[in-house]
């Protein structure tokens, strides 16, 4: 059963906390792990103020995310419309440059390294608008039953 | 972020800081404008209690470990408790627990200070 949930929400910081119990209870149906569940929680977290703050060219621009899940995966989509240049702000070959100078430590610039790492998937694409598509996918680890029955 | 999210106590000369909401961007700004009013009344030595925290995001440590930085320069500090094997994780993997004192109570952070 596949299944796509699409909210938009304004691009203000204020709303990305409403998104967040949103996604973590979806995950939790879903049935991911209360790690994963946090784990899903700060990647949408920081893909979503990114959007905001370095994709948005006012407020009203807003974010449009869409859920898709499936028996094997959650993958969310977070579409922004960049701010009115040409190329949109973030690329992959941006962030591999960012990641590189990225200093351990330093009180900015985490937030992809953080979203990355948390993910089991994450690419980047500019979209029509101007923006960038960031596709963010988790899957979803499944017990066999035999191994609840060994327990 | 509501006033009650952000509370402030003393402790002789150290002032400790409540956090009673998950931080994200948002919330992240107004911690740091909290802390930050802080050091402009003068205050040197900070504890920031996470006991209350379930989420963190990068934009919030890094105002923790900015702060940090800021009052070292007055020979000052910030130390943090509280934390969550989860929000210890997050300081972990972008390297502010090496820059940031951690402590697992509030006695033993203020102790930190002596």
């Known amino acids: 059963m596949q299944e796509y949930i699409d909210l938009k929400m304004p691009s203000r910081l204020l709303y990305v906390s409403s998104i967040l119990a949103f996604a973590r209870r979806l995950a939790q149906q879903i049935g991911f792990s209360q790690t994963r569940m946090n784990d899903i929680t700060s990647v949408i977290d920081e893909v979503c103020s990114n959007a905001i703050e370095h994709g948005s060219p006012s407020e009203t621009a807003g974010i449009d995310l869409t859920f898709h899940c499936d028996s094997s995966q959650l993958e969310v989509l977070v579409r922004d419309k960049g701010q009115n240049s040409e190329n949109s702000w973030l690329t992959e070959g941006w962030v591999d440059e960012f990641l590189t100078r990225r200093t351990p430590g330093s009180d900015r610039g985490h937030g992809v390294y953080l979203a990355k790492k948390l993910s089991d998937h994450m690419e980047m694409q500019p979209n029509t608008h101007g923006g960038t598509d960031v596709r963010i996918t988790f899957s979803l680890v499944v017990i066999p039953e035999s191994v609840y029955h060994t327990v | ?114």
């Not at chain 2, 919330?27 to 996470?50: D, M, P, S, T, Y």
């Not at chain 2, 500090?77 to 509280?82: A, E, I, R, S």
């Open chain 2, 1 to 114: 972020m509501p006033t009650k999210s952000l509370t402030m106590r003393e402790d002789s000369d150290v002032i400790i800081v409540d956090v009673n909401t998950d931080l994200g961007s948002y919330e992240a700004a107004e911690l740091r404008r909290g802390l930050q009013e802080l050091i402009g009344q003068e205050a040197e030595k900070i504890v920031v209690n996470l006991n209350g925290v379930q989420h963190i995001n990068s934009t919030a440590v890094g105002a923790l470990v900015g702060v940090a930085k800021r009052l070292r320069q007055k020979s000052g500090d910030l130390k943090v408790f509280g934390t969550a094997d989860h929000i210890k994780r997050t300081f972990d993997m972008i390297g502010a627990s090496r820059v940031l004192e951690l402590y697992e109570s509030e006695t033993s952070a203020l102790a930190g200070f002596k």
